[in-house]
Structure formats: C-alpha cells, structure tokens
C-alpha cells in the first residue's frame, strides 16, 4: 500500500475514532485511541496539502460527533456551528505538535503533545465561546475513581495522561519501538490517579446535610411570538403549587429550572413579590429563574434568576454570564455571587455557564458548600450536560443542585455522586428532592486553578524559543 493510500485510510480511522467517544453515546475507551491515526498521519506526511487534510478530516470528525447532540428542536446545521471551530482548534494543537516536535529529542514528543493539547482545550474553554465542550475529560464521565483527579489540576488532570498515552502509542507505532520507560512512568502516574480517587471516595468529609428541591416547568414557550397572559399565570400556578408541596415536604432550598417562565417587564415586580411572600411564608431558600423580554425587534431577553431569603429579602439578582452562541440574552458581568445560608454559604449560575470551568473556579474561592444552577437542556446533550457540571462540584468540592427544563434535575455532591435525580422526560412529579452535604471541602484545583495549564504553557514557550534539537524526530 503506497504511502498517499496509507495516510488516507489513518484520517478515515481518527474521524471514526473521535465520532464515537465523544459527547452522546461516546465509547470512553475510544478516547485514549482517537488522536493516534492523526499522529501517525504527521508522522508520514510532510507537505502543506497533507496538513489542509487534517484540518479538513478534524472539521469533518467534529462535526459528526456534533450531530449526534444536535437533535429536536435544533436544525442539524447547527453541527456546523460548533464542528468546525472544534475542529479548527484540536487541528491547531496536532499542527503545533508537528512543529515543536521537530525541536526536542524523541523521548519528549509524547510530552509535549500533551502539554500541547491540554494549553488547546484551555484556551477554548477560557477565551472562546465553546465552552469545554470536546475535553477529553468528559468522556471519562463513567469513572468516577479517575474523575477525583479533577479536584487537583482541573480537566487537564484527566487530559493530561490521556493525551500522553495517545501520543507514546502512535510513537511506539511509528518508531516499531515501544518506549517502556515513559509507559512505565505513566502507568504509575495513572494507579497513583486511581488510588488518590478511591481514597477520596471512600473519605467521609461531609456529615452535615440539607434538603434541597429542583422544580419542574410546564413551559414550553421559547423565543417569539411571546407566550399570552393567561398561559404565563398557568405556568406560574404550577409552579408554585410544586414549590408549596416541596417546601411542606421539609426542602430548605427551592430552585425553579433555567426559563421556569417569562416575566413581561410590566409584571416582573408581581412575580417578584410573590416569591418573597412565598420564601417568608415557608422560611425556605428560594430561586426563581425566569426569562425577561426587554426587547422584541430583535428579541433580546435577561436570561436570570433571583434568589430570595427565608425572611423574604432578595439576596441578589443574577444574569447568565455566558449565553449559549446565538442566544439573546443580555451577559452577566457582575462577580459571582455568595448567599449566606443559614446551613452555610451557597452560589449560583445558570446552565451554560458551567460548561465554563473558569467560573466554576469563581464560584469555588467564595466556598460555598452548594451551588445551585437552573438550566435547560434538550434531548440530545441529556443527561451528558449535566454530568459535564458535575465536574465543577468535584473541582470546586461543593454540591451542586442542577434543576433542568427539558432534561435531567439531578442533585450531586463534592466527588460527583448523585444524590438524586428525576428526569423531564420522564412521567413524574416536576419535584425533584434530595439531601445533599452543604460543607465546603478542599480541593488544590480550588486553591491553585490550572496550574499544571500554566507549566504546560511555560514549558512549550520554551521549546518554542529552542532551535531545532540535533535528534530530529523521524517521519
């Protein structure tokens, strides 16, 4: 087999490879697999075309995984939106690699891939609109011995031996020489990984507990025409009618969903008041998130919560920092803010925002021992959305209570275990209840942020200022 034939047949692989271990219905293992044809390609291939190629295969392989998320109500063009700039970005890192490769010994191409990769996926989720969606941290979502590792360094803790293994495999391939001591290495890093998870696991930190409600929504309005009057109010009677019977079932914290309802700016007030009235009444924590037109040609909405305390005052107002790509809504910029509970500090945000590691980390450093985020999903990114801020408990070491339209209400606490869960698709009450720890604990991630980002990036600034090492890497 020639060597163009070679090289095609290895994109064809990677694409297959990255469609399934990703997001919806993703195969975990795969995900060790993935980058291994794209690296085997650079390693045979030396021209600018072959280099266009990869992008293109990495654009294409993104965009199907993307289509599997992108189900009804969404238009299947909207895989385009995401796919290509993820691929884009991940095509960049196996670019950058091909080049910083050619500057260190053999022994440090795995390394530096990794170091390469886990600057990528930080470099989206911090300055880009994509969020975190793509880490490869998310789909190792099943092993929640593994996942403890994001309490010290972030997802890269978990990208970081992934991205390695991927990098020593498609090395030991090319070269028909397996480098045992860096496996060596790697194998301990990964069981010292797995024993730090299951001690942490089996670690009683947290004994004192509160009960907490998610509220389901009957709406099913979105964007125009606005819905009437009277369906509002009947929304917004049912609503209520779950948070009485979820606060006479002993809830101490109430959250409605992400988009609960929509408040017209003339009737915001009302809706307000009786919230606060409800909150005293029942002396209970109380969110009420809601959507707020403040604009119709073009429509452009507060995409909000209010929270209110037992005694009836508003504790504050909160605007979604980070609306999803396309969404109307007008962007938070106030810093994250603290309730002081009477069972100890609690935080917020809303949905999307916790696909955003960087203001999980926020919310962490005001140490809240719950955090509290209404979202909305639909059926393709459920319940994977959730389970993706799940992570954010785990790094930030507070429970999380995520109330969903559309998807998974699901209540979990500092090391990702769920404490309760009811699903929207699914025939049920709309009350979600659970008793989840409301004691913050410790994490480095919480203490440090992405540190071992920050080496990584030191540490490819350096190489990139090295000439080219004597030792050249084949292919």
């Known amino acids: 087999m020639n060597t163009q034939n070679r090289s095609l047949i290895l994109l064809f692989i990677g694409i297959i490879l990255i469609t399934f271990s990703h997001m919806r219905w993703g195969i975990g293992l795969l ?17 600018k075309k072959s280099r266009l190629l990869i992008i293109g295969a990495m654009c294409l392989a993104w965009t199907l995984t993307t289509t599997k998320i992108v189900t009804d109500p969404l238009p299947l063009v909207l895989a385009l939106g995401y796919g290509i700039p993820l691929g884009l970005i991940f095509s960049a890192g196996f670019l950058i690699w091909d080049k910083l490769r050619l500057r260190v010994p053999n022994a440090l191409n795995a390394i530096v891939f990794a ?48 991205y390695w293994f991927s990098a020593l495999l498609a090395q030991a391939i090319h070269e028909k ?22 001690i942490r696991l089996g670690n009683v930190t947290n004994t004192e507990h509160t009960k907490v409600a998610a509220i389901g929504t009957d ?23 779950r948070s009485y019977e979820a606060a006479n079932n002993g809830a101490k914290l109430i959250s409605w969903t992400e988009g609960a309802t929509m408040a017209l700016p003339n009737d915001e007030a009302e809706l307000i008041k009786r919230g606060q009235e409800f909150a005293a009444k029942y002396r209970v924590e109380f969110i009420m998130s809601y959507i707020v037109p403040i604009d119709i040609n073009p429509l452009k909405y507060n995409n909000k919560y209010v929270w209110i305390a037992p005694d009836g005052k508003i504790r504050h107002h909160y605007l979604k920092h980070e609306p999803v790509p396309g969404e109307p809504a007008v962007r938070g910029i106030k810093p994250q803010a603290l309730a002081q509970t009477s069972f100890g500090p609690a935080a917020g945000a809303i949905c999307y925002d916790y696909d955003f ?28 959305h959730a389970q993706m801020a799940s992570v954010r408990a785990i790094e930030g070491g507070y429970s999380l209570l995520r109330p969903t339209r559309f998807g998974l209400s699901v209540a979990y606490d500092a090391k990702g275990r769920v404490r309760g869960w009811q699903s929207a698709n699914e025939e049920g009450p709309g009350i979600l209840i659970a008793n989840v720890p409301t004691k913050s604990i410790p994490t480095l991630y ?21 000439p080219k090492h004597k030792y050249q890497s084949k292919g």
Not at 32 to 46: E, G, I, M, R, S
Not at 362 to 383: F, M, Q, T
Not at 446 to 453: E, F, Q, R, S, Y
């Open 357 to 384: 590691p960087y203001l999980g980390l926020e919310n962490a450093r005001l140490n809240p021992g719950l955090v509290v985020v209404p979202s909305s999903d639909w059926k393709g990114i459920d319940p994977i």
């Open 446 to 466: 919480k203490a440090a942020g992405d540190w071992l980002v920050y080496l990584a990036i030191i540490f490819l600034l350096v190489l990139a200022l090295m």
């Open 177 to 198: 020489n397996i480098p045992y001591r860096q496996f060596s290495v790697l194998t301990v890093l990964l069981i010292s990984l797995h024993v730090y998870g299951g």
């Open 31 to 47: 995900s060790w697999l993935a980058p291994v044809p794209f690296l085997l390609f650079l390693y045979l291939t030396k021209s």
């Open 115 to 162: 170091a390469v990769m886990i600057s990528i996926e930080w470099i989206q989720h911090r300055f880009t609109p994509l969020g975190s969606w793509g880490a490869a941290a998310y789909t190792q979502l099943e092993n929640l011995t593994f996942l403890q590792s994001v309490s010290l360094a972030g997802i890269a803790a978990i990208a970081l031996p992934m």
């Open 219 to 241: 709406a099913t309005f979105a964007g125009l025409p606005l819905p009437k009057s009277n369906e509002i109010s009947k929304v917004n009677n049912a609503l209520f009618k």
